[in-house]
């Protein structure tokens, strides 16, 4: 099985943070180094780095190095915290719909202002520790999330995945592909189908391609052929990666993921969730308060084909995600454990002090 790929790292010098430009794969393996604010925006924007862990681990970093330079400037007191403040609220808002981005900068401002009397160099220090937590938090929940998901599977099953939930979009084996990844390194055998998941390909991009490296019987399927592949009898669950859960259980997910879960139903196959309890969203009471990217419509006429494949000035809907309500969702699988309906109790138990 070949090793897992650095999808995000801080540079040795912890001035700048390095990413692996998602955007090129699986073609070019490139490596980009990012240090300002608008690089750092547009590299998630771009998708360069993307999905929900791995745009909440990058902006983790990104808040270090550029209260680094907050330091460098000569920023003190409440000077630096105004400025830090700014930069994480711009960070946070460079995509809207996963949780992980908004909460990994929170999480790095909260321990900035619990520092409140302390040097800015001993607070910036601090902010690299807890950016590298959060990395290590997330390797180490997705390996229990892995775990957790690959008791739901047997040996020869047939599994349907969408969109790219490995290890690219998080860190290590990945969430909704992780038990993939897993079964692999274990010797046992799983039949993946990976939607292509139009229109931005990241299943026909990233999980066939980081699926077959690491030796998964993975088959690639056009996103309209997924009823044909269950209705034949080849899946026997789907496992999907989440941007936010919402406190009912409402999931969003890249779009096409509701559409998966409605098959999933027709057909009586489960449909498991996968993700760490930062995509959590307690304070969202439903799917409907959970804000929909919507991207430029000019990813659907022409992006991946040598010609326009639609007319000119065509009107076009693009929204990111959409969102799988509860009732169709058989369990959420998270790295504390597998969460059953009623969701609203079962999540909430989550985060109940026992469990910390
Ligand atoms: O737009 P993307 O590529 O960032 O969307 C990613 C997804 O929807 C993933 O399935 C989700 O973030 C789960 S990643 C572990």
């Known amino acids: 099985m070949a090793e897992f790929l650095d999808n995000v790292r801080l540079s040795p010098d912890g001035t700048s943070v390095i990413l692996l430009d998602q955007s090129l794969l699986p073609n070019r393996m490139e490596e980009r180094q990012v240090s300002s604010l608008e690089d750092m925006v547009e590299a998630i924007q771009a998708l360069r780095v993307r999905g929900a862990p791995a745009i909440g681990i990058f902006a983790g970093y990104c808040l270090y190095v550029l209260a680094g330079q907050l330091e460098r400037q000569g920023l003190t007191g409440g000077d630096f915290f105004q400025e830090l403040d700014r930069h994480g609220k711009i960070l946070a808002a460079a995509r809207p719909t996963a949780v992980n981005l908004a909460w990994a900068v929170d999480r790095l401002s909260h321990r900035a202002a619990s520092m409140a009397g302390a040097s800015v160099s001993e607070i910036v220090r601090t902010l690299g520790e807890e950016a590298r937590a959060i990395h290590r938090e997330d390797m180490e929940m997705c390996e229990n999330i892995s775990r957790y998901g690959l008791s739901l599977l047997k ?10 939930a490995g290890p690219l979009a998080t860190s290590r084996y990945g969430t909704g592909q992780g038990p993939f990844h897993l079964a ?3 010797g ?6 990976a ?3 139009r229109p931005l390909l990241q299943g026909a991009r990233l999980t066939a391609w980081e699926l077959q490296r690491a030796g998964v019987d993975v088959t690639l399927i056009c996103d309209n052929m997924a009823s044909m592949v269950m209705k034949n009898g080849w899946i026997q669950a789907c496992m999907v ?3 936010r859960v919402a406190a009912n259980g409402d999931v969003a997910n890249k779009i096409g993921t509701s559409g998966v879960a409605i098959l999933a139903k027709h057909y009586g196959i489960p449909f498991y969730v996968l993700g760490p ?3 959590i969203d307690l304070n969202c009471p439903d799917g409907d308060h959970i804000p929909i990217e919507e991207r430029d419509g000019e990813e659907i006429r022409s992006l991946w084909y040598r010609e326009p494949m639609a007319p000119e000035g065509v009107k076009c809907y693009n929204p990111a995600f959409d969102v799988a309500p509860n009732e169709l969702i058989t369990a959420i699988i998270t790295e504390k454990g597998i969460c059953r309906p009623p969701y609203t109790q079962s999540l909430a138990a989550l985060f109940a002090p026992e469990y910390k």
């Open 155 to 164: 040996e020869g099953d047939g599994v349907l995945t969408h969109c790219n």
């Open 184 to 186: 692999a390194q274990l």
């Open 188 to 193: 046992m055998k799983l039949k993946v189908y």
């Open 195 to 197: 939607d292509e998941t």
């Open 241 to 243: 990666g989440c941007d």
């Open 277 to 279: 309890t930062s995509t």
